[in-house]
């Protein structure tokens, strides 16, 4: 059974389209993440099901009714955390907990005793009944998540929960949303974190320009593609030309696919093999070219693999693009003035 389902989802701000026929199945108690870099569209699709922002067209099923239609019955039912924490100052914790069960409409005694609940399951207890305005960035998360908690959802939808967060606070997240998958809350969860998606989701879909392009189990998406990641470096190379000769020569051997060029890494040379026999061709043929192999490592395929496959580049990569494309538009905004 799926609790939330998604058909052609459209969405544009102005001239920028967000959402391009975006489809997506979330089961019922299961952990799902979605994965994309900023700006793939994963906020507004997650908006749309909290019914917070309403699509140019398409269809929102949440927990079998029409979310576009049923607004006050689907927010019943989840929990939302936005990527943006947004916590009054003034308000120690605890009083902003409080609130949000008045919000909620909670019955007094079960307030004090999912707060109390609360506190102590997400390592709260001895900032709780502190002002807002001190906490670091892993407290007001936690305080956030607490809030989504309280009147406890069927369904959870956490919007990057972790960015930024110190390792402590991340390891108090983690553990907290795989004791609620357990116990067969719904959660979905966003992230361009390749190792949260991978330590926590059941399922997965990456989006990528406002669609999914490949969706499954994480181990099943690594699994379908074969063989190891390999990671090369030939010799210190002064520009990205030198890099894509041995790129050529290196694609053009059988049982080798992926290649791309890592400019981070001293232009080292990503890529899969089927098999170790292909490491032994490779070998021979960069001996005859008089290429020389500095360093060679292989493992077994990640996340990142899977993208790659899947869009022709790394999650890194993307973001870097994505980030080049608004530098561009600030400095052209700057410019015109």
Avoid at 31 to 47: D, M, Q, V
Avoid at 50 to 58: A, H, N, Y
Avoid at 312 to 335: I, P, Q, V, W
């Amino acid at each position: 059974m799926f609790f939330i389902q998604l058909k052609d989802l459209f969405k544009s701000y102005g001239s920028v389209r967000a959402l391009n026929g975006l489809n997506l199945k979330v089961p019922k108690g299961s952990l799902y993440g979605l994965l994309g870099p900023n700006g793939a569209g994963k906020s507004t699709a997650l908006r749309i099901i909290c019914t917070l922002l309403q699509p140019d067209s398409g269809d929102v099923q949440v927990a079998g009714k029409n979310a576009l239609l049923e607004e006050k019955e689907t927010r019943r039912r989840l929990g939302y955390v936005a990527q943006d924490v947004a916590i009054d100052k003034i308000l120690t914790g605890r009083e902003l907990l409080q609130l949000q069960g008045d919000l909620y409409h909670l019955n007094k005694n079960f307030k004090k005793k999912r707060i109390d609940e609360l506190i102590q399951r997400l390592e709260m207890k001895e900032w709780i009944d502190r002002r807002c305005g001190s906490f670091s960035g892993g407290m007001k998360r936690r305080l956030d998540l607490a809030s989504g908690l309280l009147h406890e959802p069927e369904l959870l939808i956490l919007d990057e929960p972790t960015v930024g967060l110190d390792i402590e606070s991340r390891s108090v997240i983690w553990a907290l949303l795989k004791e609620l998958r357990n116990n067969e809350t719904t959660i979905l969860l966003s992230s361009h974190y390749l190792e949260e998606v991978d330590e926590l989701a059941d399922e997965m879909a990456i989006i990528d320009k406002g669609k999914v392009i490949a969706s499954g189990k994480p181990e099943d998406l690594k699994s379908e593609l074969g063989g190891d990641r390999v990671t090369l470096r030939v010799r210190e190379f002064s520009n990205s030309l030198e890099a894509e000769s041995v790129r050529k020569l290196i694609k053009n051997i059988n049982g080798v696919s992926n290649v791309v060029i890592n400019k981070k890494q001293g232009y080292s040379l990503n890529f899969l093999v089927s098999s170790n026999d292909v490491i032994s061709s490779l070998s021979d043929h960069l001996s005859q070219e008089n290429f020389e192999v500095f360093a060679l490592s292989h493992s077994r395929p990640s996340l990142d693999d899977v993208y790659l496959q899947a869009t022709g580049k790394t999650l890194m990569d993307a973001e870097l693009e994505l980030a080049g494309k608004r530098d561009f538009k600030l400095e052209n905004k700057k410019s015109m003035r």
